[in-house]
Each structure stands twice: as structure tokens, then as C-alpha cells.
């Protein structure tokens, strides 16, 4: 027997992400690795509170079949977070996704056929990388500096390909870079994006995240011309084991989007919109937001104190105004792999940065998540990150 | 503007049952057009006492990340399903999917590259076509008779066509046909697939709703070869809105389903999937299940002995020994959509044949679900649809 598979399936790879947090499941490593939440964070018994009352109350509906674009008042509570970072829409401008990454596959979906280019930051998230690979695109990848992605370079691609469908931006606290784009390059980009006819895909699931500075508006509240598709989700606000994002999306793009839902999973699940709807009707999510916030922000002040403090010279490192990660850069001769695998041994464990780009992979970087490690052991953390780096030096 | 779509969105389109089901919204509508379980036995009380218990003893981990295959303690209750169905499977062996929809994308996407082939089931599934489409495969459409696939039809189709991928079947209780494939064209299906080498998805959602009669061994229980790939739900053994359904395959083809999962949503929801396995632990699923049959067999009864004592001459009907749908024939010249318009009006619905095939489309049947509506409205809804065939007559 030899079954063939489809083409696409000698491209789409295992993300190393998955496969390092089975790796670092094990208790005694110290793991900057994942991107999880903090758990202390997750409000349990509001959340069971809301689950008994729609039980009580709408039961049977929470356990049939729902509409497609979502439960109503879940959107209307969505349309409330969009007012956040400067966009008016109407629930009939939002999907609601099982997770924002169910956003990435659709958007590919949507837009490519095999050759198509997608736009992408270097270095960019690498479970979008994994989900467009399904559809076989070409990545044109753009150097992201401390404003955003370099505009010339953006533009040069734009110019020398007729068939780029979107761009794909991470516009707030980057992952893996823990970078935030200036206003002028989201204005330019949006300039850009209607000079040559593109696509927007704005992945936001940190904005909200906020520890510092002055937040910027979202790509989407600067489109002129309906080609920005805004995914958003509740993973980094509220609790990523739900499974609940959404798109905000142009009509012409939601119609597209709202089929390929259909015949993706039908919809997401009713109980879990139900419950996160009454979740947000009795608690005030702002108030939750901000707590959120002054532990990530401590936690990153410790994280950048200790690398300060630890790191040798030569090595490089982001200062994120909010979200989950930051972002080392190593001597050119260093291989982020080969330090992960040593560092594994010291029991601590990040992502190495290689698997983070597109094509032209460079590998002297490393991400490391701030989030979910209580205070001490980011010290201590980083402490052996050092020993390992330095041993690596030449 | 003019924003380019991926070539596959030419050929996607929304389902006409999730249209319909907007227009039945109308609680005045007799409706056997849904899919819907009925509501009554949904165990609202049982599954809020499990919720709870997740929330008061692992609220934490619920409400975090898990991992893309699954909770380990719901795929060991999957395991159970499985073996209800005569195959002998652990965990590994199996994918927790969000709703068995997803199986359908994920399977297509696993094997078609555009222009491959799909043998289907005449007629078959209309969400499978749906998500199927979305990979351009050609159909190649199976006559279904009282006792599953022509396999005349179905080994002329392998001989002539080296690009098949695979054979789509649903074998229990099909739906629309309601139809139950034979020992017999099980296993002569699983021959035509080893000498022609190419894989089986075998869909069975309803296997486990046998009113009468034996119940026979599912398709992967007669996999000599590891090429048929099972897709399960709980949506109608317990409930659609918790969206948890499954894959049982083998390693090789588990593996891409694996990195399919990984891009197209990460994982399911780890809140519901460790619920639902509290359930399981907590309740008499297979006591739920009895009663569930006890109902639906009653009112499938109610309708069959309905539409025997009022549907006209030259319409007859499927007699399905368990499942939720069955399947009416009109006399060639009537058409299924014109006649569904007309008993809207007289405020009653199903979901006409035509959208149930692939390229060949019959217009003179129709769909109707007996499952979720209660019996007196089952009795009046048909004596209805008489009245309207009646007036189609010639």
C-alpha cells in the first residue's frame, strides 16, 4: 500500500512549539517556551457562575446547534472590544472563530491558490507560517525593525509581484519579536495596500496587553478602502482553553469567510459563546484586563532586569511595551538550536528563533515568553540562559 | 477595488440547510428540515453537576492550552465508542476534532490536490460536498441502493480514474437516505479499496441510534489494510452544541491529520473536552442512549405510518432502521425545491433532494428529519406535505 497525500503535505510541518511544550511538560524546567496565560490569572469561579446560569436558564438551547457568524450577544460584547483599538463595526461585521488561529487557515484559504504570495513580517509567528503552508503560497518576507516592517523592502515586493493577496502583520507586541509598529508605518502600509491593490490581515491578540506608552490605533481603524481583516480573540485576555477569536472583516471578505466556516466545523461552540457572553455580561473585564496587565508588565520588568543583568555583551534583547514575549539576539555565530538543546539540560527552555521565518532563516535568536513563570523563576530562569550563552561564547 | 479570491471560492457555497434553518426559525414552521437532536434529551442537569466538578477540581488547566490530539482521559472513553463499533483502538490512534465537520475538511485536505477524486454516495452528505469543495476535487457519484453503493458503478469509476483519493461513505443510516449499507457491500467495498488502493472515510454519526435489527460492523472494523479512517461525534448521542467529534486512523495517515489539526486550530476546546469526559466518568452514556433511541424510533414510527396513510400513489419513502433522516421520492416531474416554497406557505419545511448530489442532481425527493419535533406536530406536519404533493399532482 501507498497512499498519496496531497502536495501540500510535504511543506506543513509539526509546529516545534507543540512539540517543545511536550518536552518541557516536565515541572522542574523553568519554560520561556510556550505562550500560555497565566493560570493564576483565570477567573474560575466567575466563570462557573456564568456556566450555572445559562445552564439554568438557556440549557437546552447552550446544547444545540447555533448560527454560523456566532451567538448574537457574544458579538454584540465583541463589537464593545473593537471599539477599543478605534474600529465601529456591527455584529454582522464579526465570525466568530474557534481561536483566532482558525482565523489564519480561512484567510489563507480565502485567498490563495498554489504560487500565491503572502507578505510577512522576519521574523513572524510561526503557526501562521504552518497554517498558510496548507495552500501552498510563496512568503516574501519583510525585515521588521523597532517602527515595523521596513518600507521600501515592503514596497519593492509589492512592485515586483502581481500576485501578493495579503499582508500579514502583527502590528502590537509582536510574537515572537515583542515589536510595535509606529503610526507612520501604519499609515504607510495602509497607502501602500491601496496602491497595489492587497489585502490586510491583522493578527491582534495582544493589543490589549498594554504595560506602557500610548496605544496605537489598529491597522483596521486606519483602512480607507475595506481590505483589512481584523482577527482578535480572548486566549491572552480571558482563557485560551475556550477557544474563542473572531474576525472583524470587510463585507465582501465575510461573505467568503462565512462560507469557508461552514464547511470548516459549521460553527463554533454554542455553550462557550453562551457562557462567555453571560461571563461578560456580570464581570467587568476591564477591571480583569488591568490586572492582567500589571503582572505581565512586572514580570517583563524582571525578565529585562535579569538579562541586564546576566547577559554578556554581544547579546541583544527586545523591551516590549506589552504582550507575552520578547526577543534575544545572539552573535552571528551562535546557533539558537544548538543553545536550546544545553539549556534543556539546564533545565530551562525557550523557542529557538529560526523557526520563526519564512525562508531565510537566521538562527543566532531566540523567543522567550515572560507570561507564565512566577517571579523567582524567571530569575533564576535567565540566570542559567546566561551560563549557557556564555559558554557558547567564542 | 477588486480584491482576488483563491480560485476554490468559485465553487464554494453556503449551505441551503443552514439558510433554511434561518427561515425556520419561525416557531409557527413545522419543521423536518434541521438536523437538530431533540432538545428534551439534552441532560442539562447532569452535564452543569460535571462542569462543576472540572471548575471546583482542575478550573485552572481547563481554562489553559492542552494538547492538539486531545484530553487523554476523553480519547480513553472514544476508545470505548470504538469498541461499540467492533474496532480495538488506544488513544493514540485517535484525533478529538471540533465536531466531525472538521474531519470532513481535514481529510480532503489531507489528500485532494485539484482535479483528484472523490467518490461519493448518490446522494450523499451536502456539508461534506460543501467542505470537500473547498480542495476542487472532482465527484464521482455512486448510486446508493437499499443496500449501500452500486459496486458495479463504484469499481467502473477505480478502474477508469487513477487519481481517486478516496471513497466517502456513510454507512449507517445515511444521511438524507437513511439508508444502511449490507454486510456483504462492507466488505466487498473494502476489497475494490485494497485492489485499488485508495482510502476510505467512513462517516458514522448516527451507528449507535439502531431502533431495530442487527448492528453491523463499522468499515474500519473490516480495514485490512489500515486505509479507512473513521469520523465520530457526540453531537446526536449527547449534543451538537458542545462540538466534539473525532478520527480514529491509522499511524500513517494520523500523522498529517496530526499537522492539519495543528494549523487549522490547534486543538479543541480543553474545557468542554475535559466536561465531556467528567460526563462520561459521572453518567450511563450508553442508559442516555437507549432513551434517545426510545424516542427517536417513536417518532420515525409517527411519521412513517403518517405519510403510509396520507401521501398519495407514486411517492414513496425510506424506512430507516435508526438515525434522524429519511428520504421521500416524488414522481419524476414534481420538483423538490418548487414544492418546498409551497409548504413554507402552509407552514411546514424540509430540505429538498437536490442539494444532497453532487454533479448529477435529482430534483423530484426531499429530506425530512423526524428527531426534533414532538409527535403531534410530526402527525400534522406530514398530513401537510400531503396536501401539498396532492396539489402537485398531474
Avoid at 341 to 360: L, R, S, T
Amino acid at each position: 500500500m501507498a497512499l498519496k497525500f496531497a502536495r501540500r503535505m510535504d511543506n506543513m510541518k509539526a509546529s516545534e512549539i507543540r512539540e517543545l511544550l511536550a518536552l518541557t511538560a516536565d515541572p522542574s524546567i523553568i519554560s520561556f517556551a510556550g505562550g500560555l496565560p497565566a493560570p493564576e490569572m483565570f477567573p474560575v469561579e466567575a466563570w462557573k457562575a456564568a456556566s450555572n446560569k445559562v445552564m439554568d436558564e438557556k440549557g437546552r438551547q447552550a446544547l444545540q446547534y447555533g448560527p454560523t457568524d456566532g451567538y448574537l450577544p457574544l458579538r454584540e460584547h465583541i463589537v464593545k472590544r473593537m471599539a477599543k483599538v478605534g474600529v465601529t463595526c456591527t455584529p454582522s461585521d464579526l465570525l466568530v472563530l474557534s481561536g483566532s488561529q482558525q482565523g489564519l487557515d480561512f484567510m489563507a484559504k480565502a485567498f490563495i491558490d498554489p504560487g500565491d504570495c503572502i507578505i510577512v513580517e522576519s521574523p513572524t509567528y510561526l503557526g501562521a507560517l504552518n497554517a498558510f503552508k496548507a495552500y501552498e503560497p510563496k512568503f516574501l518576507e519583510v525585515e521588521l525593525d523597532d517602527q515595523g516592517m521596513n518600507m521600501e523592502q515592503l514596497e519593492k515586493h509589492l512592485k515586483e509581484n502581481d500576485n501578493v493577496k495579503f499582508i500579514y502583520a502583527i502590528s502590537d507586541f509582536q510574537n515572537p519579536s515583542g515589536k510595535t509598529w509606529t503610526m507612520e508605518r501604519r499609515k504607510k502600509l495602509i497607502e501602500l495596500a491601496n496602491k497595489y491593490d492587497v489585502a490586510i490581515l491583522e493578527d491582534n491578540p495582544y493589543g490589549e496587553l498594554r504595560f506602557e506608552g500610548e496605544i496605537q490605533p489598529s491597522l483596521q481603524s486606519l483602512d480607507t478602502e475595506n481590505r483589512v481583516v481584523f482577527m482578535g480573540t480572548f486566549s491572552k485576555i480571558f482563557s485560551p482553553g475556550i477557544r474563542i477569536g473572531w474576525f472583524c472583516a470587510p463585507p465582501e471578505i465575510m461573505d467568503r469567510l462565512n462560507k469557508i466556516k461552514q464547511g470548516a466545523d459549521l460553527q463554533s461552540s454554542t455553550i462557550l459563546q453562551m457562557e462567555l457572553a453571560q461571563f461578560l455580561d456580570d464581570n467587568d473585564i476591564e477591571e480583569h484586563i488591568k490586572k492582567i496587565i500589571d503582572l505581565y508588565g512586572k514580570r517583563k520588568n524582571i525578565m529585562i532586569d535579569a538579562m541586564t543583568k546576566y547577559f554578556p555583551e554581544g547579546v541583544t534583547f527586545t523591551n516590549p511595551e506589552g504582550g507575552l514575549f520578547l526577543w534575544v539576539e545572539l552573535p552571528e555565530y551562535m546557533n539558537g538550536r544548538e543553545l536550546g538543546m544545553k539549556a534543556i539540560e539546564k533545565k530551562v527552555a525557550f523557542v529557538p528563533g529560526g523557526a520563526f521565518f519564512a525562508d531565510n532563516v537566521r538562527e543566532n535568536c531566540f523567543r522567550c515568553n515572560y507570561s507564565c513563570m512566577p517571579e523567582d523563576k524567571i530569575e533564576e530562569g535567565v540566570k542559567r540562559l546566561a551560563e549557557v550563552i556564555k559558554e557558547a561564547l567564542r
